[in-house]
């Protein structure tokens, strides 16, 4: 016999007030009385359930530990008998409905041919709260559009008869294999687009030999995650510091002994950007609130992504650094430096390596893009005797979308890109064959355009294979071809079914 308190639906539908709140979720009752003013999404949606079961309002934005892990053992006061629920006959809204007709309507996967196709499909099927949170940058959007743009600033100069009948795009990060110089890079709570959430990146990624960096905000459990992987896969993590540092070492150490292969903690984050399509939608006061780790109270109408970040330390600083040296052996790497003074900074605090990043324009707005940033950097730690160095790599991330954005950066120093919200675009509109397919697009344009470089291999990629000249000037006029323009067909994204 089981000697766990077993309760019955009328007994926790007693309790449905501010002065006694009682919630289900995943079969377990709480009591949520204390903590309904410390929910950093607020009192107001836990109150929606009081003595209801709340899992699947709960399930797209909290990883499934947060409620056992945030409240104290004596306010679990055990399971539910399911049989004596009543029912909640939930009733599919107008929006749901146009949406499954929208996922019935969805262009078949073999007509995506670019990484393009999938931000289109995800934008239209899409939840417009899951969309919004996803797709917002910062401020007025600058950075984020500046990403795309910095690419297009770089031209190549490719080499020809070097015989390329054969050509590999395969590397090490961080000392592991990948099959890509592309890892996926850490995006948040991906149950708001798809119900098995990041657990599509992964089963991808095993069948591919990539390596998948895991959000401190996912909405899987870390461990969720890291049980789904396949023979040899490997993870990153990615780390918000907590205030409470106690909890930042358990994680840190709970992700080294599970394997992890990198520690890329998050640098460009003492405060949340504003994003405005994700603060307009109100979502904190209708669904949101996630708290991962220990939190603080915050504004109603700041948006998801700032209604779940106040446990974030914002005293972070370089005093720090000795400390995460201390506690791992993990290699660590500072996500989002943006300026050749803080790369210099890092590679003489010991660490393993930078992410260029501004946060897929999502933090400071104007920041400049990473791509950019890069040739600072290395021209920077060149100057110092600290660049080349096979102990310090450097990654960019931000706007890639096209293996030829990849090979530029590696061109100029970079050893890997991050690729966020294309493969989060990818799952939430196709799950796991969409993460499939956005790997095999990378593979056939990496075949295509180092063929076309002179490029076997991503070593002989060189900084003379570019001409990054423009990179830094902002504004680079060229005069219109008009007899070009007027023939050029715009390219089109990938077309829905007659309905
Ligand atoms: O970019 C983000 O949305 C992000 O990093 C984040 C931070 C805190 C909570 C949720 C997401």
């Not at 539908?13 to 410390?38: M, N, P, Q």
């Not at 979502?283 to 109270?297: I, L, M, P, S, T």
């Not at 005293?315 to 300026?339: E, H, N, R, V």
């Not at 003074?341 to 324009?361: C, F, K, M, P, T």
């Given at each position: 016999?089981?000697?766990?308190?077993?309760?019955?639906?009328?007994?926790?539908?007693?309790?449905?007030?501010?002065?006694?709140?009682?919630?289900?979720?995943?079969?377990?009752?709480?009591?949520?009385?204390?903590?309904?003013?410390?929910?950093?999404?607020?009192?107001?949606?836990?109150?929606?359930?009081?003595?209801?079961?709340?899992?699947?309002?709960?399930?797209?934005?909290?990883?499934?530990?947060?409620?056992?892990?945030?409240?104290?053992?004596?306010?679990?006061?055990?399971?539910?008998?399911?049989?004596?629920?009543?029912?909640?006959?939930?009733?599919?809204?107008?929006?749901?409905?146009?949406?499954?007709?929208?996922?019935?309507?969805?262009?078949?996967?073999?007509?995506?041919?670019?990484?393009?196709?999938?931000?289109?499909?995800?934008?239209?099927?899409?939840?417009?709260?899951?969309?919004?949170?996803?797709?917002?940058?910062?401020?007025?959007?600058?950075?984020?559009?500046?990403?795309?743009?910095?690419?297009?600033?770089?031209?190549?100069?490719?080499?020809?008869?070097?015989?390329?009948?054969?050509?590999?795009?395969?590397?090490?990060?961080?000392?592991?294999?990948?099959?890509?110089?592309v890892y996926i890079s850490a995006t948040a709570?991906?149950?708001?687009?798809?119900?098995?959430?990041?657990?599509?990146?992964?089963?991808?990624?095993?069948?591919?030999?990539?390596?998948?960096?895991?959000?401190?905000?996912?909405?899987?459990?870390?461990?969720?995650?890291?049980?789904?992987?396949?023979?040899?896969?490997?993870?990153?993590?990615?780390?918000?510091?907590?205030?409470?540092?106690?909890?930042?070492?358990?994680?840190?150490?709970?992700?080294?002994?599970?394997?992890?292969?990198?520690?890329?903690?998050?640098?460009?984050?003492?405060?949340?950007?504003?994003?405005?399509?994700?603060?307009?939608?109100?979502?904190?006061?209708?669904?949101?609130?996630?708290?991962?780790?220990?939190?603080?109270?915050?504004?109603?109408?700041?948006?998801?992504?700032?209604?779940?970040?106040?446990?974030?330390?914002?005293?972070?600083?370089?005093?720090?650094?000795?400390?995460?040296?201390?506690?791992?052996?993990?290699?660590?790497?500072?996500?989002?430096?943006?300026?050749?003074?803080?790369?210099?900074?890092?590679?003489?605090?010991?660490?393993?390596?930078?992410?260029?990043?501004?946060?897929?324009?999502?933090?400071?707005?104007?920041?400049?893009?990473?791509?950019?940033?890069?040739?600072?950097?290395?021209?920077?730690?060149?100057?110092?005797?600290?660049?080349?160095?096979?102990?310090?790599?450097?990654?960019?991330?931000?706007?890639?979308?096209?293996?030829?954005?990849?090979?530029?950066?590696?061109?100029?120093?970079?050893?890997?890109?991050?690729?966020?919200?294309?493969?989060?675009?990818?799952?939430?509109?196709?799950?796991?064959?969409?993460?499939?397919?956005?790997?095999?697009?990378?593979?056939?344009?990496?075949?295509?355009?180092?063929?076309?470089?002179?490029?076997r291999t991503l070593d002989e990629l060189v900084?003379e294979m570019v001409d990054a000249s423009a990179?830094?000037?902002?504004?680079?006029?060229?005069?219109?071809?008009?007899?070009?323009?007027?023939?050029?067909?715009?390219?089109?994204?990938?077309?829905?079914?007659?309905?």
């Amino acid at each position: 016999m089981s000697n766990v308190n077993v309760l019955t639906g009328p007994e926790v539908a007693a309790h449905s007030s501010r002065d006694s709140c009682w919630i289900i979720v995943h079969g377990k009752v709480y009591d949520v009385t204390d903590f309904l003013d410390e929910h950093p999404g607020g009192s107001k949606i836990i109150l929606k359930y009081a003595g209801k079961d709340a899992t699947e309002a709960y399930d797209p934005i909290h990883p499934p530990d947060a409620i056992t892990t945030n409240l104290p053992v004596e306010k679990h006061l055990g399971a539910i008998d399911v049989s004596t629920v009543a029912k909640v006959v939930k009733e599919v809204t107008e929006e749901e409905k146009r949406r499954q007709a929208l996922m019935e309507a969805r262009p078949p996967l073999e007509n995506v041919i670019n990484l393009h196709d999938f931000e289109q499909v995800a934008r239209i099927v899409l939840p417009e709260k899951a969309w919004a949170y996803y797709s917002s940058a910062s401020d007025d959007e600058i950075t984020i559009r500046e990403n795309r743009l910095a690419y297009q600033r770089v031209w190549f100069r490719p080499r020809i008869l070097r015989d390329v009948s054969s050509v590999d795009w395969s590397t090490t990060i961080l000392g592991q294999k990948s099959s890509l110089p592309v890892y996926i890079s850490a995006t948040a709570l991906g149950k708001l687009g798809h119900p098995d959430g990041e657990l599509c990146l992964t089963r991808a990624a095993a069948n591919h030999g990539v390596i998948q960096m895991i959000a401190t905000l996912a909405s899987c459990s870390f461990d969720d995650i890291v049980d789904a992987a396949g023979p040899g896969q490997n993870f990153f993590v990615q780390l918000y510091v907590n205030r409470d540092r106690e909890i930042t070492r358990k994680y840190v150490q709970h992700a080294e002994k599970r394997g992890v292969k990198g520690l890329f903690i998050t640098v460009d984050a003492p405060q949340l950007g504003r994003r405005e399509k994700d603060m307009r939608m109100k979502q904190v006061d209708d669904g949101a609130g996630a708290e991962v780790q220990k939190g603080h109270e915050v504004k109603k109408d700041q948006g998801v992504a700032r209604a779940i970040s106040s446990f974030i330390d914002p005293s972070l600083s370089w005093k720090d650094i000795p400390w995460f040296l201390s506690i791992t052996k993990m290699p660590i790497i500072l996500k989002g430096i943006a300026t050749a003074e803080d790369a210099i900074l890092a590679y003489e605090a010991g660490v393993q390596g930078i992410v260029l990043s501004n946060h897929g324009g999502r933090q400071l707005d104007t920041a400049r893009s990473g791509l950019e940033v890069l040739i600072e950097v290395t021209a920077a730690l060149r100057s110092r005797g600290y660049f080349p160095d096979p102990k310090f790599e450097i990654y960019v991330d931000g706007g890639v979308r096209r293996a030829s954005d990849v090979l530029k950066a590696l061109a100029l120093g970079a050893k890997a890109v991050g690729v966020g919200r294309p493969f989060l675009y990818a799952f939430c509109s196709y799950g796991q064959a969409g993460v499939e397919k956005a790997i095999q697009i990378f593979r056939d344009e990496f075949e295509m355009n180092m063929r076309l470089l002179g490029a076997r291999t991503l070593d002989e990629l060189v900084p003379e294979m570019v001409d990054a000249s423009a990179l830094t000037n902002h504004v680079v006029l060229t005069p219109q071809d008009n007899l070009f323009q007027n023939t050029y067909q715009p390219l089109t994204s990938a077309q829905f079914k007659e309905s």
